[in-house]
Nanobody
Framework: QVQLVESGGGLVQAGGSLRLSCAIS???????VGWYRQAPGKQRELVAI???????NYADSVKGRFTFSRDNAKNTLYLQMNSLKSEDTAVYYC???????????WGQGTQVTVSS
């Protein structure tokens, strides 16, 4: 019903930038979209989320550095990541939540590695 395909991860030096993309294909109404990440040995955590028609909420650790945007014409989400730090190293996942059923849908994840 919902397919999410991330791209854009890679290796970058501290202070650098990356832009992640997430192409969405869906047959159900979506209530919220966002990005999560999971570092080795840690739980998956929220990076940024937007509920349809509302402002985007960011994790405190990325505020002022990351920007979440969407291109509705292309059904694509973006996460622009600037001033990257070693602690940003993680697998980043695109997420969508069904409007009617509240179910979470996940992409396959894309690795971001920040070298210090």
């Amino acid at each position: 019903q919902v397919q999410l395909v991330e791209s854009g991860g890679g290796l970058v030096q501290a202070g650098g930038s990356l832009r992640l993309s997430c192409a969405i294909s869906t047959t159900v109404a979506i209530g919220a979209v966002g990005w999560y990440r999971q570092a080795p040995g840690k739980q998956r955590e929220l990076v940024a989320i937007t509920t349809m028609g509302t402002a985007t909420n960011y994790a405190d650790s990325v505020k002022g550095r990351f920007t979440f945007s969407r291109d509705n014409a292309k059904n694509t989400l973006y996460l622009q990541m600037n001033s990257l730090k070693s602690e940003d190293t993680a697998v980043y996942y695109c997420n969508a939540r069904g409007w009617a059923n509240g179910r979470h849908y996940w992409g396959q994840g894309t690795q971001v590695t920040v070298s210090s």
